[in-house]
């Protein structure tokens, strides 16, 4: 569209509740910049705005949190998904600008969607979500799909540790945390928090910290600094566990390729640069430190698609 | 204290507004280490909470944001600080720890401290707060304290990008905003969020995302990437404005360091290994990119004291 300006966070005059009737009123508001594709945004720019309407069954609403599902390779007529989703859509690699920047996204709902979030009948604006991270799913079609997760800005699943759990919504079935911990300990759940310390402190003492892909440390004065990295995420939807064998201690360059996809690991913790899919080194490990070749197989599937 | 044991995170029992008659109170509670001491840490371990209680002149208490001066220094008879603090301070150290590793840390208001958010006499739990930043601030009696800025967790101010402006609380006598933007822009003040997201994406683009201090780029599978980082911080209580001048493209390991000062610049750009003090090359510049040199300085003088 010739007129559209990006622009992030809120428009003027439209308030958060407001509704519209189609598409084409949401767009004349200049919530977004499309009639029809469900993403508003470039690789360049970042996304400013999505609509959520149905589109792919992927989708998870929880309301402050929703995944959603990126686009590309979906048959228009039979909307059926006939190739994978990749980050050359403008879409997909607009949200992830979003991510790595710090941009918020302004959502959309729509009255297809699937989900007691949805309005009855047209469009309304819902304010402004963050994109945490994003990965990719191989469906049971066979087909990979992008996903975004989101959350609300400023809601109480904004949390500013992106390690630290987000809260499973209410009615979602996933089996109970299981108290872990020093013999001894109750069974009563123990502290979330608490928890995270006691994981985050082993297993940067472990390796002194010092990053197991490269190796360095990050010198402060206040000492060699280190960041650990959850091997499968915390959280909705991949509800990784927060034990020392889903905990990598990485410095935070490598973090974020991690998080990000650009490396991943094989079963022998060789470290594959997934921008040329070569084998390198394996990871600097620690006899004390076991880690847990499910997590590190879950991460490598929502990067590459197993063969 | 022998029995101890250091706990992040809420202490079962003692709810957020209880009241206590004295330190010893609190300390029996288990909310804190000590009877006396501020801050309740270590290093190795972090800080798990921290007194505010009127000790130094120069904390700052807004509610959701306090500004807490570290220990160490002070005469105990006349309150006069004789010497500078350090990071081989215990609880300083301490908090250094919480802000790196994420952790919470519980704050306990006492009656002595000059404020509107103190409690009337005795002492009271006031929840969980995160440690955003900590910084050497030179007095006008020539000696340098170490400072935190703390933000309640969950709080409207406890925004997830730290990078973004935290809000000014009421009251506090601080120049407007002045609006920034192109030519022909009204005078209505501008969308901070919207600003923000146009000066990250001129200094990435002048960089080519590569990092000023290192050269190098993180390479991910949606092309090169990098972080903003602003010289003067942004928010309470150094107020740095959004401008490219105040901004520079850095990596992860080297936003790290140069937020904690572990590196900083010369008058001429050149960078300091604040670890050994030595002088190495200047910044990687861009001739679009001026860079403040008053920014410059306030961030050199939040590490060093100036001779």
Avoid at 151 to 162: A, L, M, N, R, T
Avoid at 198 to 205: I, L, P, T, W, Y
Avoid at 228 to 235: E, P, Q
Wanted: aromatic residues 6%.
């Amino acid at each position: 569209m010739a007129n559209y300006v990006r622009t992030f966070g809120e428009i003027p005059g439209q308030v958060e509740g407001t509704s519209f009737y189609s598409r084409e009123q949401v767009r004349k508001a200049k919530l977004h910049a499309h009639n029809q594709a469900g993403i508003s945004g470039t690789g360049k720019q970042g996304a400013d705005a999505i609509v959520l309407n149905g589109g792919y069954p992927d989708d998870r609403d929880y309301g402050e949190i929703i995944v959603y599902t990126g686009h590309g390779g979906q048959d228009s007529r039979t909307k059926l998904q006939i190739a994978d989703q990749t980050l050359d859509d403008s879409g997909n690699a607009g949200l992830v600008k979003s991510q790595l920047d710090g941009l918020p996204v302004r959502v959309i709902r729509g009255f297809e969607e699937d989900s007691p979030h949805a309005p009855d009948e047209g469009y309304r604006y819902d304010g402004l979500y963050r994109v945490v991270r994003h990965w990719f799913k191989t469906r049971d079609d066979g087909f990979q799909v992008c996903q975004f997760l989101m959350v609300k800005i400023g809601s109480p699943s904004d949390v500013v540790d992106p390690e630290l759990p987000t809260e499973i919504p209410p009615g979602t079935t996933l089996e109970p945390l299981k108290p872990v911990g020093p013999a001894g300990r109750s069974k009563t759940t123990i502290n979330k928090v608490n928890r995270r310390a006691e994981v985050v402190q082993r297993v940067k003492a472990w390796h002194g910290n010092r990053c197991q892909v490269c190796g360095e440390t990050v010198a402060l004065p206040s000492g060699p600094s280190s960041e650990a990295a959850h091997i499968k995420a915390l959280g909705v939807p991949h509800n990784g566990p927060d034990v020392e064998e889903n905990v990598l201690c990485l410095c935070p360059n490598d973090h974020k390729r991690f998080d990000n996809g650009a490396l991943y690991l094989t079963d022998d913790l060789e470290i594959v640069d997934a921008l040329t899919s070569a084998v390198g080194k394996q990871l600097h490990t620690h006899p004390s430190h076991n880690i847990g070749i499910e997590y590190v197989r879950y991460h490598r599937a929502c990067w590459v698609k197993e063969t």
